[in-house]
């Protein structure tokens, strides 16, 4: 089995900062993690790997110290890492940002599962997992919550929905999403540090992968982002106290306030 | 303080740092309250390659040494010493066979440890044998190809979870403390059953029973190194793990300085924090400075101990007493500085201080120990 697991570097949520001047992501001082639903993609990719033997490459697209989440993944059980990095890739969208993924995959070579996280928690799109599969035209099922089989041949899973879930059954190849309900990630390993502090990781430009320049980075994404802004602050809010009578009373005389 | 550790050292601190807080300290609660064995958390500090540490590395292990060991278990300590005991006594239960055992014993037994499938135990104690280890009662008859123990193991940590025991029995009483010698007994063996889990004042998460040989028949080959070398490799066995329950005491102090300080800044009281009054500034400071001399000890113990010396029994009990006895100190300190809410069982300080107090009796009570810290010093000063 040859399993790719798509990981992303983000900031750790509970750092989250806008900076005010360019109403970006502040990133600077801010401690990075690795997405946490790719988490959970890799530890059923590692999973998927003890069960039936094969490699597990974990793939990012992202600045040179992205590779910190790359080395993390092989500390955890991933066999090689693949980075792909190049400042004409910044300011991509989902689509540019798939269709670079697209070229690395293609890069990498065969494959017979894609593992993604549902969404990154600093994007929040879940765009790029499908986007990803629609590039590669393989297909693709989103919001896997358990696998409750799988073979050299095919997957039994439960795929997540608004009221209960689905059971899907599927071929490879095959690109997933996963739900952290998936499984819990494990702790890297002694043995798995040791080797992610000698593993080489491969380091991808946008020329060794022959992207197209018109189709990566700020240049190459349909899509712009014109304006971030917090929400508008809630209005005022009170809690009425007493018993019924003086909460009703209270209650009354605030809104006769607003005749 | 910064103790230089090396960069294998650091990972080791980092995994078990990782576990403690995310699989033991959200858990600890309920296992304490239920009784309960950790088996999951286990099973991940398997997979996290603890269990490798103290093994050699041609039986799949890490092949760590004193101090390796020590800051694990410091880090597992600080989330519930009940799951890191049921941790220590399974490197307690192989550390005879890492001794003493032949190379076929050490294949057979240490590499399913590492790789985290099975644990061990180590059975000693005895209802009449406690401190006086010469008391003990077990005994162990060559039968054709089979050994035939009899006897009653007490308190034995691990007692019905573990695959693997290792337990000290009689072979010739005519020899004193030359008759004693150690088996593995494996779970499910003829004869050999454990006894229902012991109801515990604290580590309620680590489980404790008797083991029971009746007629227990086992093969002549699980006899773990010579005949009637029990004892010498009970007591180096000892000298070697002691540390690591030192290490559950700084484990213990580690994280009620971090309760005690964060309660003390957030409890208002006459108008300020408390931290701001001396009379607890005092109390948290000596808290703080018991807690760094230990570790202090510790650590250099346990780097001694690496190397081998001839004062290593010494040394080792040193290091127990000081850290044991900081840890019931500064859990008393740490509930005395949350007052009312120290006392509940909705803060975590009261659990540490029940926990606590088996540091100071398990693995040779402290005054055990200073008899050994005593005797080595009369012997050294005869010398002189």
């Given at each position: 089995m040859k399993i790719i697991v798509c990981i992303k570097q983000v900031p750790d949520a509970k750092d989250v900062r806008l900076d005010p001047e360019t109403n970006t992501l502040a990133r600077e001082g801010v401690q990075s993690i690795m997405n946490p639903y790719d988490q959970h993609a890799l530890e059923e990719a590692v999973r998927l790997k003890e069960q039936l033997g094969g490699e597990v490459t974990v793939l990012s697209m992202g600045p040179p110290q992205a590779e910190e989440v790359l080395r993390q993944a092989i500390s955890c059980g991933a066999d090689r890492g693949v980075l792909i990095s190049d400042r004409a890739f910044a300011g991509a969208d989902t689509w540019a940002t798939s269709y670079t993924l697209a070229k690395a995959v293609n890069k990498i070579g065969d494959f017979d599962l894609i593992l993604c996280g549902?969404?990154?928690?600093?994007?929040?799109?879940?765009?790029v997992g499908p986007g990803l599969a629609i590039q590669l035209e393989i297909p693709f099922i989103t919001c896997i919550q358990k696998v409750r089989e799988a073979d050299e041949k095919h997957l039994v899973m439960e795929r997540m929905m608004d009221d209960g879930y689905d059971v899907v059954s599927v071929q490879y190849p095959v690109l997933l999403t996963v739900v952290k309900d998936l499984n819990e990630p494990r702790v890297p390993s002694l043995k798995g540090k040791m080797k992610s502090k000698k593993a080489k990781i491969e380091m991808l430009t946008a020329a060794d992968v022959g992207a197209d320049a018109a189709c990566i980075g700020l240049a190459g994404s349909p899509t712009q982002v014109v304006d971030v802004f917090p929400p508008p602050p809630r209005g005022e809010r009170a809690i009425l106290t007493g018993n019924i009578d003086e909460q009703v009373e209270q209650l009354v005389a605030k809104l006769a306030t607003y005749l | 303080m910064d103790y230089f550790l090396t960069e294998e050292q650091e990972m080791i601190v980092d995994i078990a740092r990782q576990i403690t807080d995310e699989k033991i300290i959200p858990n600890r609660a309920e296992l304490d309250e239920k009784d309960e064995f950790p088996r999951e958390i286990l099973k991940s500090m398997g997979q996290a390659d603890l269990f490798a540490i103290p093994i050699p590395e041609e039986y799949g292990g890490f092949g760590g040494g004193c101090l390796d060991i020590v800051l694990a278990l410091e880090q597992l300590g600080r989330g519930c010493i009940g799951v890191a005991t049921a941790f220590a006594a399974s490197a307690l239960g192989i550390y005879p066979i890492i001794i003493a055992g032949s190379d076929e014993m050490k294949k057979k037994y240490l590499t399913p440890v590492a790789a985290g499938e099975k644990f061990a135990a180590f059975g000693l104690t005895e209802a009449n044998a406690g401190?006086?280890?010469?008391?003990?009662q077990t005994t162990a008859v060559l039968d054709g190809d089979e050994w035939l123990l009899n006897g009653t193991k007490q308190w034995i940590t691990n007692g019905g979870e573990a695959q693997i025991y290792t337990v000290i029995a009689i072979t010739d009483r005519s020899k004193g403390a030359r008759g004693a010698s150690i088996f593995v007994v494996e779970e499910g063996d003829p004869g050999f059953s454990c006894g229902p889990k012991e109801k515990k004042m604290g580590i309620r998460a680590s489980s404790t029973t008797e083991l029971i040989f009746k007629d227990c028949r086992i093969p002549k080959d699980r006899l773990v190194g010579r005949k009637g070398t029990g004892f010498i490799t009970v007591m180096k066995t000892l000298d070697s793990s002691r540390p690591g329950i030192a290490a559950l005491g700084l484990g213990i102090g580690q994280a009620c300085v971090d309760e005690a300080a964060t309660y003390a800044k957030q409890r208002v009281q006459f108008g300020k924090p408390i931290i701001a009054f001396q009379a607890v500034q005092h109390l948290l400071a000596d808290m703080a400075i018991q807690l760094e001399a230990s570790r202090a000890l510790v650590y250099s113990s346990a780097k001694h101990i690496d190397a081998h010396p001839k004062d290593m029994s010494k040394v080792s009990s040193m290091c127990k007493v000081m850290a044991t006895d900081m840890a019931m100190k500064v859990s008393t300190d740490a509930v005395q500085v949350m007052g009312g809410y120290g006392y509940m069982r909705e803060y975590p300080v009261e659990k540490m201080m029940r926990d606590a107090k088996i540091l100071q009796i398990y693995e040779g009570t402290n005054q055990v120990q200073r008899n050994v810290v005593g005797q080595e010093l009369n012997k050294e000063y005869s010398r002189k």
């Open positions: 549902k969404q990154a928690i600093d994007g929040d799109t879940a765009q | 401190s006086d280890a010469s008391g003990i």
